[in-house]
T-cell receptor
């Protein structure tokens, strides 16, 4: 099955700086790559996604890039704010299943 | 719309007891799934269903049963609870399958097995 890995596991950034989280996946047939944000004690919620026919997608301060050849994709958060502090999960879809990475704890330091 | 509703939110069981986690969605989603979340392990797929009458195993199905008799409901059954099943459980649904768009999660059910 699909194996998704995220790096780093914890990331601390100063408010206003950028944060980048990288994920790798194993199944070259995977074609959908969403990112979910989970605040403490809350449910995961989709923040951005990308499909395999697109290399980059932006939504305000958030962007995702995909490199199919290398089988990795990244989440970029610019001008970080305290409300960006959360756990971020990447995922990859293959064989009717969505496989999640183990999550990245992002801490934005005011 | 209520979205995805899970009950109960909290439950404490003794080893060997059985219970059912309920999940219902009112968005007419065909795809429903159950994940468990453990510290440092991310979200791991237990079982999923692509429509009424159809279920399949995910990454960690042992110790859990599911059924899908209606589009709206997807209960998760623990037949004989074990301490290893202590976790937070999330039910999630989407329109057709997990790759066609957003997965909507319930609020989660925290289960402790003593």
């Amino acid at each position: 099955g699909e194996n998704v890995e995220q790096h780093p596991s914890t990331l601390s950034v100063q408010e206003g700086d950028s944060a980048v989280i990288k994920c790798t996946y194993s199944d070259s047939a995977s074609n959908y790559f969403p990112w979910y944000k989970q605040e403490l004690g809350k449910r995961p919620q989709l923040i951005i996604d990308i499909r395999s026919n697109v290399g980059e997608k932006k939504d305000q301060r958030i962007a995702v890039t995909l490199n199919k050849t290398a089988k990795h994709f990244s989440l970029h958060i610019t001008e970080t704010q305290p409300e960006d502090s959360a756990v971020y999960f990447c995922a990859a879809h293959g064989n009717n299943r969505l496989a999640f990475g183990k999550g990245n704890q992002v801490v934005v330091i005011p | 719309n209520a979205g995805v509703t899970q009950t109960p939110k909290f439950q404490v069981l003794k080893t060997g007891q059985s219970m059912t986690l309920q999940c219902a969605q009112d968005m007419n989603h065909e795809y429903m799934s159950w994940y468990r979340q453990d510290p440092g392990m991310g979200l791991r797929l237990i079982h999923y269903s692509v429509g009424a009458g159809i279920t399949d195993q995910g990454e960690v199905p042992n110790g859990y049963n599911v059924s899908r008799s209606t589009t709206e409901d997807f209960p998760l059954r623990l037949l004989s609870a074990a301490p290893s099943q202590t976790s937070v459980y999330f039910c999630a649904s989407s329109y057709v399958s997990a790759n066609t768009g957003e997965l909507f999660f319930g609020e989660g059910s925290r289960l402790t097995v003593l």
